[in-house]
């Protein structure tokens, strides 16, 4: 294998920062056994400093808006540098949580009745509940919610906007939370999701050692083939061209809902996306390789 310079992105300034941090230390390990010499960047300016002449892919782990909303990657491509971020358009609506679930659904797929609220004077309440609140731009469930009447519902939309200027408020489905990974062309088995409590949210996620994951997932193998058709349907509405994780529920009448793509899924040794390469038949090491293999010049013309 050609030994490659990879500039690393991790770190950042996000709510995921520790995730990335996490994510980032696993994947330098991992690139440097496959040969590569790394180079950590935590700020941009030192991305700058190294310039594209100098490094041949930038593998990204930044989490939150820095390396997932799009603007990373757009300037990464604008700049010369080959990177793992996909296209930057992609990266923006998935981003967008709104914007995706509207692009979904138009293809078919079903996603929980929401709304986007810009400010709390907003927020109408439809039905009994429950409901989700989470903030329309962010990850690792950081910032969401559960709320079963509609004065927890205010609460918790008030103590969203605490920390977001947009927040999304979904119909709450009761069934199984499960994700798919894709890697470039390749569709990584289902995994399926039973938090300690009610809600996976980031405790559930990242610091809890109760939460059990099943790969193959814990329901019917036909609806795993389905999930993984929706996966790939979403990949490519979205123009995600790169590696993701997407999110779903399958309800008890096996009806399959979108709830969101993730362009920089975690990396971390409790992460999803590695649970379901093992599966597949990679280890940690083929599977970062596998994710610098997808990296381009986001679209841009050599």
Request: glycine share 8%; aromatic share 8%; hydrophobic share 45%.
């Amino acid at each position: 294998m050609t030994e490659l310079h990879v500039a690393l992105l991790m770190g950042g300034h996000s709510a995921e920062k520790e995730v990335s941090l996490n994510s980032g230390a696993a994947v330098e390990q991992a690139l440097l056994q496959l040969g590569h010499r790394v180079t950590v960047v935590r700020e941009l300016h030192e991305l700058r400093q190294l310039g594209p002449a100098a490094v041949d892919v930038v593998f990204n782990i930044w989490h939150g808006a820095e390396g997932e909303d799009g603007q990373l990657a757009a300037w990464l491509a604008l700049e010369g540098y080959r990177s793992t971020c996909g296209d930057f358009a992609g990266a923006c609506v998935s981003w967008h949580k709104d914007l995706a679930k509207t692009l979904v659904a138009a293809a078919g797929i079903l996603t929980p009745n929401s709304q986007l609220l810009h400010r709390m004077e907003e927020l109408a309440v439809n039905g009994e509940g429950p409901w989700i609140v989470k903030p329309a731009t962010e990850g690792s469930s950081v910032g969401l919610y559960k709320v079963d009447d509609a004065k927890q519902l205010q609460q918790a939309v008030s103590a969203a906007f605490a920390v977001t200027d947009q927040v999304l408020v979904e119909d709450y489905i009761d069934g199984q939370e499960c994700t798919v990974g894709l890697v470039g062309e390749v569709v990584l088995p289902v995994v399926s999701i039973e938090p300690a409590n009610e809600l996976y949210d980031y405790q559930a996620k990242y610091q809890s050692q109760a939460t059990q994951y099943h790969c193959p997932a814990n329901f019917a193998a036909d609806w795993q083939q389905a999930l993984q058709a929706d996966a790939q349907t979403i990949y490519r509405v979205l123009n995600i061209n790169g590696w993701c994780r997407i999110d779903f529920i399958v309800d008890a009448q096996g009806r399959r809902w979108f709830l969101e793509a993730n362009t920089t899924p975690g990396m971390t040794s409790t992460s999803l996306l590695p649970k379901a390469a093992a599966v597949h038949g990679w280890d940690f090491t083929q599977l970062v390789a596998a994710i610098l293999a997808t990296a381009d010049n986001g679209g841009q013309d050599e």
